[in-house]
C-alpha cells in the first residue's frame, strides 16, 4: 500500500506549515474527503502559470530546543542581530535573478522564525517593500512555537506585516507533547491561539502530529472542536513518521519509544479527517484543511511549482526559466559561513530541462485536490510536447479509480489521495 498523506515533496521544496512534512494514512483514510472538482472554475488564480508568478522563503536557522522526530536544518540558540541584515545582504544580491513584477507571498519559515525579534522581522518586510517587490496584498506568513507568543509581541509582528501565522502546536496532550520533546504544554498552547486571536490575526494556521503511540482520540477531537469554536480558520494535519538519524529513531532503537503502529496511525489520519470536514473545514491539500478563503497561497504556490527565492542557510529556491525548464538551487546549511557573507554562501545548483520540469508539474500540482493540474496550460508553460506514453498512464490511472478527468483538468479522486505518491512516480517514470 502507498500512504501518501504528508509525505515529504521528491523535489526541492521548501517547509510546509511548520516544517512538519511527516505522514502517511491507510486504506478508507480518503472516504470523506470534500472534493468538489467544480469549484475549479469560481478559483481565478487555480494555478501559478505565469513566469511572473513568485514568492519569498525566509529559513530562519535556529530552534530553542531538538525536537524528537525533526530532520530538517537548524542551530540550537538565540537567533543573531545580524540575521535581518543578513538575510537582506542575499536579498540584494538574488533578488534581480527573478521576475521584475512584485512577489504574492513572503514566508518566514525554519526552524522557528518566532525566535526572531519584531524589529528584524520588520527590517525584512519594509526593505523588500520598499523595494517594490512585494504585491500591496501578499500574503506574509511567520511559523511561531506556542511558547515565543504573547500579547505584546503579536502586536508587534502583526503591525511589522505578518498577516498570517502558523503555530506549531503538534498535540494539545501534554505527555504527547513531552512524548515528542516539545517545549510548550497544552495551556500555553490554547493561549498563544486565542491571544493571535485577540490580537486581530484573522489567519491563523494550526499544525496537528496524528498516530503517536499512547495518543487519545477524544482528546484530539476536542481539540478540533476547540479550534473550530474559537475560529481557526486552517489546520494541517500529519502522521508521525520516523526520520532517518533523528533523536525519535534512536529512543525506539534504545528501548525507551514505542515505534508508531501504520494501521494505528491510519485510524488517527482519518478520525481527524472526518472530524475536520464535518467541523466546515475543505481539505484541499493532502495535509491540508481550510476554511474558504484560508488556504495558504504560499504552500499552493509550491504544489503549483511556481518560482520562489530562498534566503538564509538552509533554504532552496526555484525559478521557472523562459525556455519551460526550472533552475533550483540550496543554499548550504552552513550557518556561520551563511552570516560571514550572506551574497557568496557555498549553495548547489541545478536545471531540470522542459520535459521533466513538464513531469513534475503534473505529479506535485495534482495533489491539490481543488485545483488539480491543467495539462494544456503545463504544456504551454514548459514548452514541450507530452511524452508518448501520457495517455496510456492516465487511462491506467483513471481505471485504477485514482484519477478524473474533467474537461483539461485532471484531479486526484478521494481514493487517489491515499495513493498519491504511486500518482506522482506513474507521472514522473513516463
Request: glycine share 8%; net charge negative; proline share 5%.
Amino acid at each position: 500500500m502507498d500512504l501518501s498523506v504528508a509525505s515529504t515533496p521528491a523535489y526541492p521544496g521548501q517547509t510546509m506549515e511548520n516544517g512538519q512534512q511527516h505522514g502517511h494514512p491507510a486504506l478508507g483514510a480518503g472516504s470523506r474527503i470534500s472534493w468538489i472538482p467544480e469549484q475549479v472554475r469560481n478559483d481565478k488564480n487555480w494555478m501559478a502559470t505565469s513566469l511572473d508568478a513568485w514568492g519569498i522563503y525566509v529559513h530562519v536557522p535556529w530552534c530553542h530546543r531538538r525536537c524528537s522526530y525533526c530532520d530538517f536544518y537548524f542551530e540550537i540558540g538565540k537567533s543573531d542581530s545580524k540575521f535581518s541584515t543578513s538575510v537582506l545582504i542575499e536579498w540584494n544580491a538574488r533578488r534581480q535573478s527573478f521576475p521584475l513584477l512584485p512577489a504574492e507571498t513572503l514566508y518566514f519559515g525554519g526552524g522557528t522564525p518566532s525566535t526572531l525579534s519584531a524589529l528584524q522581522i520588520s527590517q525584512i518586510i519594509e526593505s523588500i517593500k520598499s523595494s517594490q517587490s512585494l504585491q500591496p496584498d501578499a500574503e506574509i506568513t511567520l511559523e511561531a512555537n506556542p511558547e515565543d507568543l504573547n500579547s505584546s509581541y503579536l502586536t508587534e509582528i502583526k503591525q511589522a506585516g505578518i498577516n498570517r501565522l502558523s503555530l506549531g502546536v503538534q498535540s494539545f496532550d501534554d505527555a504527547i507533547l513531552k512524548w515528542l520533546g516539545r517545549k510548550h504544554d497544552a495551556k500555553i498552547a490554547r493561549n498563544s491561539i486565542t491571544q493571535a486571536l485577540d490580537a486581530g490575526f484573522t489567519k491563523l494556521s494550526v499544525d496537528l502530529i496524528v498516530g503517536v503511540p499512547g495518543e487519545d482520540w477524544s482528546q484530539i477531537k476536542e481539540a478540533i472542536s476547540w479550534l473550530n469554536e474559537v475560529g481557526v480558520g486552517h489546520v494541517s494535519v500529519y502522521i508521525l513518521t520516523v526520520e532517518p538519524l533523528t533523536p525519535l529513531e534512536r529512543l525506539i532503537e534504545k528501548g525507551q519509544r514505542l515505534r508508531p503502529i501504520e494501521d494505528a496511525q491510519a485510524v488517527a489520519y482519518e478520525q481527524a479527517q472526518a472530524v475536520l470536514i464535518e467541523q466546515g473545514y475543505r481539505q484541499y491539500e493532502i495535509s491540508s484543511f481550510a476554511k474558504p478563503g484560508q488556504e495558504s497561497q504560499h504552500n499552493r504556490l509550491y504544489w503549483a511549482q511556481g518560482s520562489y527565492l530562498g534566503l538564509g542557510p538552509g533554504a532552496h529556491s526555484m525559478l521557472l526559466q523562459p525556455d519551460g525548464s526550472i533552475y533550483r538551487r540550496h543554499t548550504k546549511g552552513l550557518l556561520a559561513e551563511w552570516l560571514k557573507n550572506p551574497a557568496a554562501a557555498t549553495f548547489s545548483e541545478d536545471i531540470l530541462d522542459p520535459g521533466h520540469a513538464l513531469l513534475e508539474s503534473l505529479a506535485f500540482g495534482i495533489r491539490d485536490l481543488l485545483r488539480g493540474v491543467q495539462v494544456k496550460s503545463q504544456l504551454e508553460r514548459h514548452k514541450c510536447a507530452l511524452p508518448i506514453t501520457f495517455s496510456s498512464t492516465v487511462e491506467n490511472l483513471k481505471d485504477r479509480g485514482w484519477v478524473i478527468q474533467q474537461d483539461e483538468h485532471l484531479f486526484l479522486t478521494p481514493l487517489g489521495t491515499l495513493f498519491a505518491d504511486a500518482v506522482a512516480r506513474e507521472f514522473l517514470g513516463m
